[in-house]
């Protein structure tokens, strides 16, 4: 069974820089045709899609948040990071880390973590 855990900073003041880690167990990160991705739920609003880095180590990035948003791994530790620059109190919101794959066309995901709420406050 795997599971994917959020860990990170519940609080960041504006224009820091937002690092979240996801931890992943009962499964490798480089196992083929999975995409490890971040994903976030603001309050009122839908889930928004971040980014996500694919067992190959290839990034993809939301054309939205491209320009602020980085996603690495270690996979020493099967570990994926989700770092999020210059932060707006626009972006408080429960981050998620999840796995995901592509069936017949569609991006799906089957394994979530629990959540992280984050606040951005001075």
């Known amino acids: 069974q795997v599971q994917v855990q959020e860990s990170g900073p519940g609080l960041v003041k504006p224009s820091q820089t937002l690092s979240l880690t996801c931890t992943v167990s009962?499964?490798?990160?480089?196992?083929?045709?999975?995409?490890w991705s971040w994903i976030r739920q603001s309050p009122g609003k839908g889930l928004e899609w971040m980014g996500a880095i694919a067992y190959s180590g290839s990034t993809y990035y939301s054309p939205s948040l491209k320009s602020r948003t980085s996603i690495s791994r270690d996979t020493s530790k099967n570990q994926f990071t989700l770092q999020l620059s210059s932060v707006t109190p626009e972006d408080a919101a429960v981050y998620y880390c999840a796995r995901g794959f592509w069936a017949l066309g569609i991006r799906r995901y089957d394994y979530w973590g629990q959540g992280t709420q984050v606040t951005v406050s001075s």
């Open positions: 009962g499964g490798s990160i480089t196992t083929n045709h999975y995409y």
